[in-house]
C-alpha cells in the first residue's frame, strides 16, 4: 500500500508537470506567434542599437510579431527579418516606417512600426521591406549632454567674470550701480519720464472726451469724415489756397523789385516822384487843361446857336436821328 501511494503521488506530480509545460508553452508560443499563420517582412538598419531574435514588433503600440533574424550583409546594413502575425498584417500599409527604441528605461530592444502618411497605400504581402526612420541613440543623447555642460560650464565662467567687474564698479554697468550720482540722476529721469506718461494718459483722456461729446451723425465732424466728396472739395480747397499764396508771395517779390528799382533808379518815375516842382508843375497843366476844355466847350455851345453854323448841327441830328431808327428797325 505504500508503495502504491507513492507511484499515485509520483503520477499526479508528472501529470500536473506535463500540463504546466503544455501550458508554457502554449503561452510562450502565442505570445512568440508560433501557432498562427505569419508573414515575413524586411527592414535593412545601419544600427540595430542591441536588438536581439524574438523581440516584439509593434504597430502603432500593438505587438504583431517577433524578430526572427537579423543578419549583416554589408557594412553599415544589417537586414531585420519580422515575422507578422496575418491578421494583424492586412492593417499594415507598405508606406510604414520602422524603427528601433527601448521598451521603457530599461527595457528590451523592439521594433516600432508607425502607418505612413498616405491613406491611398496597399496593404504588404510576404517578403516586402520596409522604410527605415533613424533614431536617435543614447550615445547620441550622452554626447549632446557632454557639449551642453561644456557650453554651459563656459557661459558660467563668463557670467562670474562680469559679475566681478559689476561689482568693482568696472564698466558703464558697474558705473551705474555703484555711483550713487548718477544712480539719482536715473531715478530722477524715471520719475520725469513717469511724469511725462501720466500727462500724456491726461491728454489723451481730455481728447478722448472731446471726441465722445461730437455728434458724428449730425455735426459738420460726421460730414468732413465721412464723405469722400466733401474731404476732396476741402482737399481742393486748401490746394488752390496753398497756390494762391504762392502767387501772392510772387506778385509782393515782384513789387518789392519795383519799388527798390524805383527809389534806387534814376528814371522819370523816381524823378516825378521826388521833384515836388515839378509835380506842382503837373497840376497846374492839369487844371488848366480842365479850364481849356470847359472853355472849348463853351465855344462849340455858342456856335451851335450862330446862325451861320445852325443849319450844320441841324444836319448832324437829323443824320444821328436816321442811324437811330434804322438801328432799332434792323433789332
Known amino acids: 500500500m505504500g508503495k502504491s501511494s507513492n507511484k499515485l503521488s509520483v503520477g499526479i506530480f508528472v501529470v500536473v508537470g506535463t500540463i504546466l509545460l503544455v501550458t508554457a508553452l502554449y503561452f510562450v508560443g502565442k505570445q512568440q506567434h508560433l501557432f498562427s499563420k505569419s508573414i515575413a517582412l524586411y527592414s535593412v538598419f545601419a544600427d540595430v542599437s542591441g536588438l536581439q531574435l524574438g523581440n516584439n514588433v509593434r504597430y502603432s503600440g500593438v505587438n504583431v510579431g517577433t524578430v526572427s533574424k537579423i543578419e549583416m550583409t554589408a557594412e553599415g546594413k544589417i537586414t531585420v527579418e519580422m515575422s507578422i502575425d496575418e491578421q494583424a498584417a492586412q492593417f499594415i500599409k507598405k508606406d510604414a516606417v520602422a524603427s528601433i527604441s527601448s521598451d521603457g528605461l530599461v527595457g528590451s530592444m523592439v521594433v516600432n512600426l508607425v502607418p505612413g502618411e498616405e491613406k491611398a497605400s496597399k496593404v504588404v504581402k510576404s517578403g516586402d521591406q520596409i522604410l527605415v526612420k533613424s533614431k536617435i541613440t543614447v550615445d547620441e543623447i550622452l554626447e549632446t549632454f557632454s557639449k551642453t555642460n561644456e557650453s554651459a560650464a563656459l557661459i558660467t565662467s563668463d557670467l562670474a567674470k562680469i559679475t566681478h567687474k559689476v561689482v568693482d564698479g568696472q564698466g558703464a554697468l558697474g558705473a551705474i550701480l555703484s555711483d ?24 489723451m483722456a481730455q481728447v478722448n472726451a472731446i471726441i465722445s461729446k461730437i455728434n458724428y451723425d449730425e455735426s459738420a465732424a460726421a460730414v468732413l469724415l465721412s464723405d469722400p466728396k466733401t474731404r476732396a472739395q476741402i482737399q481742393n480747397v486748401f490746394a488752390n489756397l496753398e497756390k494762391s499764396s504762392k502767387d501772392i508771395n510772387k506778385v ?26 515839378l509835380a506842382k508843375n503837373i ?20 456856335l451851335k446857336h450862330n446862325f451861320l453854323f445852325r443849319g ?19 433789332q
Open 283 to 302: 497840376d497846374s497843366t492839369v487844371i488848366n487843361v480842365k479850364e481849356a476844355t470847359d472853355k472849348l466847350n463853351q465855344n462849340m455851345e455858342a
Open 252 to 277: 509782393s517779390r515782384s513789387l518789392d523789385q519795383y519799388v527798390t528799382e524805383i527809389k534806387t533808379s534814376k528814371g522819370s518815375l523816381n524823378y516825378i516822384a521826388k521833384d515836388e516842382g
Open 180 to 203: 550713487e550720482l548718477l544712480e539719482n540722476d536715473l531715478r530722477r529721469s524715471i520719475a520725469a519720464l513717469k511724469r511725462t506718461a501720466e500727462g500724456s494718459n491726461q491728454a
Open 312 to 330: 450844320y448841327f441841324r444836319k448832324l441830328e437829323k443824320r444821328k436821328q436816321k442811324d437811330l431808327e434804322n438801328s432799332d428797325v434792323k
